[in-house]
């Protein structure tokens, strides 16, 4: 969790994995959420 929360990532990549940590949120949901393809989003949850 504190490492989804760290200052030097981008405000992005800080939230979609809390959403998925915490609010128990899907990639095809958190990727809804941002208005972006779903293959866009999931490298970015993996790497945060």
Known sequence: ??????????????????????GGLTTVEIARAFLVPEPAIAPGIVRA
């Not at 504190?2 to 992005?12: G, Q, Y």
């Open 1 to 22: 969790m504190l490492i989804a929360c760290h200052p030097a990532l981008r405000t992005e990549a800080r939230v979609a994995p809390t959403l998925r940590l915490l």
